[in-house]
């Protein structure tokens, strides 16, 4: 029940942090392939990948099972960490994003 409400609480401040991603990000001609990470990559994508979704399980499951988590997709989990920082400490991020650079490179 505490996820869901941070997870609300997130949500209301998504539409500002979509525009200062989207603003702060420069566009490039080629990119190359690269690792999910939990600052860059957004929930919607981890979950899709199964993998990556694995991978939050293992760490997260929680996050995984909440009612509300398809509303947080297009948030990073770094994003909604200020909201959760008990369950998504700084060590929690870390280690999630050790175990998804293990996983094969993504195309962009």
Excluded: C, F
């Amino acid at each position: 029940m505490r996820l869901n409400a941070l997870l609300l609480a997130a949500l209301i401040t998504t539409p500002a942090l979509l525009h200062a991603q989207t603003a702060a990000t420069p566009a490039t001609a080629t990119t190359a392939p690269t690792h999910y990470t939990t600052s860059t990559t957004d929930i919607g994508t981890l979950l899709d990948d199964p993998a990556a979704k694995a991978v939050i399980a293992q760490h997260l499951p929680e996050l995984v099972k909440s009612d509300q988590i398809d509303q947080a997709r297009a948030m990073s989990l770094k994003d909604i960490q200020p909201y959760s920082q008990d369950m998504l400490t700084d060590k929690v991020l870390a280690e999630i994003d050790a175990d998804l650079a293990k996983l094969p490179p993504k195309k962009p």
